[in-house]
């Protein structure tokens, strides 16, 4: 959540994305804000109206919505780099890219021998954007996004959303609090049939 005071697109700081530093829970924050028919794309129409709204909540009083609408043409084109299968709309993959979210917080936890509590509460703070002690909604779809990109797999809604009702099945709740974290992250068995269940 943004400070008080601060303008922000979709709960994201306008600074953190224009400079493209953004946390993978920011990152579904805002792509669930604009993938308005949950269709696993950003098409045209909402690539655009992302664009708008972080341009146009600027603190610059001179960009009319015409040079809105042109730029987002101009970074659409420069964006094509990104557009993998050259279908004209953003996969959920091509737009990490292109934003540049972080590396992966749980690179550096999840093959430890041991995963301690102290790990357990840095992973909770991490993805956690509310002041309580679980992880859900947006949270959680970044929580199983990162454990599908440190198995070396391409983000997409599909793989997460079908990662996401594996976790909510096993841990038997919508939430995630500190003990379902440590018996996702500690079970190489779970581990094992998330990766099957990602590859669908």
């Known amino acids: 959540m943004s ?5 922000d697109v979709a709960g994201v700081e306008l600074k953190k994305l224009r400079n493209k530093k953004l946390t993978s829970t920011e990152f579904m924050q805002v792509w669930f ?23 146009l909540k600027s603190d610059c009083t001179d960009i009319t919505p015409e040079q809105v609408e042109k730029y987002t043409a101009e970074v659409i084109h420069l964006m094509d780099t990104y557009d993998e299968n050259r279908d004209g709309r953003f996969e959920m993959n091509e737009l990490a890219k292109a934003l540049k979210i972080e590396e ?4 550096k936890i999840i093959n430890k021998k041991s995963i301690k509590d102290k790990h357990i509460q840095s992973i909770l703070t991490h993805y956690n954007s509310n002041p309580n002690d679980t992880i859900e909604g ?11 990109r440190h198995l070396g ?11 996401v009702t594996r976790v909510k099945d096993t841990v038997g709740t919508d939430t995630m609090d500190k003990a379902a974290i440590k018996s996702i992250l500690s079970d190489g068995t779970i581990i094992q049939q998330l990766k099957e269940t990602f590859k669908g």
Do not use: C, T, W
């Open 33 to 55: 804000h604009y993938d308005k028919d949950k269709s696993g794309y950003l098409e045209y129409v909402e690539f655009s109206q992302f664009m708008k709204d972080l341009f």
């Open 104 to 107: 992966n917080y749980l690179n």
């Open 153 to 163: 797999l391409k983000l997409s809604l599909r793989v997460i959303e079908a990662g």
């Open 138 to 148: 947006p949270e959680l779809h970044a929580f199983v996004g990162d454990i599908a």
């Open 3 to 7: 400070k008080s005071g601060n303008k």
